[in-house]
Nanobody, 121 residues
């Protein structure tokens, strides 16, 4: 069984910063891409940032220059550093990871339960 657990959400004023963390645990043979999605009230979930196992990064245009995704492969952890936060960044942020649980199985997408980020104006 694989679990993803996020932490680091909270309430922050516009212009402030937060750092989200997500740790993968359980039966893990290999972790491929890791990423962060977000879902604001009444909106669809959207990809915020993704990082490959080799460190290649991609961001949605609205966060480029403000958010930075990183990962520590030794700790099975992905981070999202968020600076210059705006009220429109308010959402539940979900961690996603494409994980191969064992050599006998293919890769599967796993999700965390989400962490709420609220940016006040």
């Amino acid at each position: 069984q694989v679990q993803l657990v996020e932490s680091g959400g909270g309430l922050v004023q516009a212009g402030g910063s937060l750092r989200l963390s997500c740790v993968a645990s359980g039966n893990i043979f290999r972790i491929n891409d890791m990423g962060w999605y977000r879902q604001a009230p009444g909106q669809q979930r959207e990809l915020v940032a993704v990082i490959s196992s080799g460190g290649r990064k991609n961001y949605v245009d609205s966060v480029k220059g403000r958010f930075t995704i990183s990962r520590d492969n030794a700790k099975n952890t992905v981070y999202l550093s968020m600076n210059s936060l705006k009220p429109e960044d308010t959402a539940v942020y979900y961690c996603n990871a494409n994980i191969r649980p064992s050599v006998d199985f293919g890769s599967v997408d796993y999700w965390g339960k989400g962490t709420l980020v609220t940016v006040s104006s």
